[in-house]
């Protein structure tokens, strides 16, 4: 199998060569629910997830959403 090298919050992850932005977070136990993603500094609307694959190099940035006043 084909691995791929992406940097996920600053920090290098291998994942199967052709996943998505949905299979990482599951992968990565995130909830997609609430979150953002931005790969390569460009934000991915939450309905790409499922049809966005990641390349080797790739950074992406899981934002979740912060609470407060």
Known sequence: MT???VSVNGETKTFPKEITIKEM???LNF???WLGVAVN???V???AFEK???KS???VDV???VSGG
């Open 3 to 5: 691995m791929i090298t």
């Open 25 to 27: 977070l599951k992968k």
């Open 31 to 33: 909830h997609d629910e």
């Open 41 to 43: 500094k460009e934000f």
């Open 45 to 47: 609307p939450k309905d």
């Open 52 to 54: 966005t694959s990641l």
């Open 57 to 59: 190099g790739d950074e």
């Open 63 to 65: 934002l979740a959403p």
